[in-house]
Nanobody, 115 residues
Framework: QVQLVESGGGLVQPGGSLRLSCAAS????????MGWYRQAPGNQRELVAT???????NYADSVKGRFTISRDNAKNTVYLQMNSLKPEDTAVYYC?????????WGQGTQVTVSS
């Protein structure tokens, strides 16, 4: 049974930082491409950042220079370091694992950026 469990969300002031984690089980983590997506109320889910099984990264233009995705294959965990947070970063953040046609999502963690 595949499980992706996100953690690290919360309420932060503008300009602050958060680090999200996504712990995976039930998959051979090192072979999967991993990603973070987010969905704000009334909006479609959008890509935030991805990291391939080889370590190549990709970012949405809106988060380049502020967010960093990384992975620790020994811990079966992918991270999203979020700095210089803005109110428009407020959303539910989801972790995704993908390998070929295999595609799994976590349950999401809320990030709220507000003063």
């Amino acid at each position: 049974q595949v499980q992706l469990v996100e953690s690290g969300g919360g309420l932060v002031q503008p300009g602050g930082s958060l680090r999200l984690s996504c712990a995976a089980s039930g998959i051979i983590f090192s072979t999967y491409n991993m990603g973070w997506y987010r969905q704000a109320p009334g909006n479609q889910r959008e890509l935030v950042a991805t990291i391939t099984n080889g370590g190549s990264t990709n970012y949405a233009d809106s988060v380049k220079g502020r967010f960093t995705i990384s992975r620790d294959n020994a811990k079966n965990t992918v991270y999203l370091q979020m700095n210089s947070l803005k109110p428009e970063d407020t959303a539910v953040y989801y972790c995704r694992s993908q390998l070929g046609t295999r595609n799994y999502w976590g349950q999401g963690t809320q990030v709220t950026v507000s003063s």
